[in-house]
């Protein structure tokens, strides 16, 4: 039997955060990333033309706005954005902490907003 390493990952230390926006990579799965976002504003519109999205909402909520409706995701819920499609992400409140579940290397195409 091979002895493993384990890395504990403290999700209170990877958000201690004062930006008003960090997104950063804290593990690797397979062929995907798990990464970590805080945000105090809203990202623009993009879409990932290579890979599906999962969010899972930690702290806050978060709004996910698609060309013909927004989707609110409290604390505890999640939700898979399909590759190629349009959309932004926002905090709900003053400050959103959240993980995403993307293929590692996924392309980020920024798009205009929606009737633009």
């Not at 955060?17 to 804290?26: D, K, P, Q, V, W």
């Not at 190629?84 to 590692?104: K, Y």
Request: overall charge negative; some cysteine.
């Amino acid at each position: 039997m091979q002895s493993s390493s384990f890395e504990v990952i403290s999700l209170s230390t990877e958000s201690a955060t004062a930006e008003s926006y960090n997104n950063h990579s804290i593990a690797s799965v397979n062929d995907h990333e798990v990464r970590i976002s805080i945000m105090t504003e809203a990202y623009p519109w993009h879409c990932h033309p290579d890979s599906d999205e999962s969010f899972l909402a930690l702290e806050g909520g978060l709004f996910l706005d698609f060309d013909d409706q927004t989707v609110e995701l409290l604390p505890g819920h999640m939700i898979t954005v399909k590759r190629g499609v349009r959309h932004r992400t926002r905090p709900i409140h003053d400050r959103s902490v959240n993980l995403t579940f993307e293929r590692a290397n996924a392309q980020t195409e920024a798009l205009p907003s929606p009737g633009e």
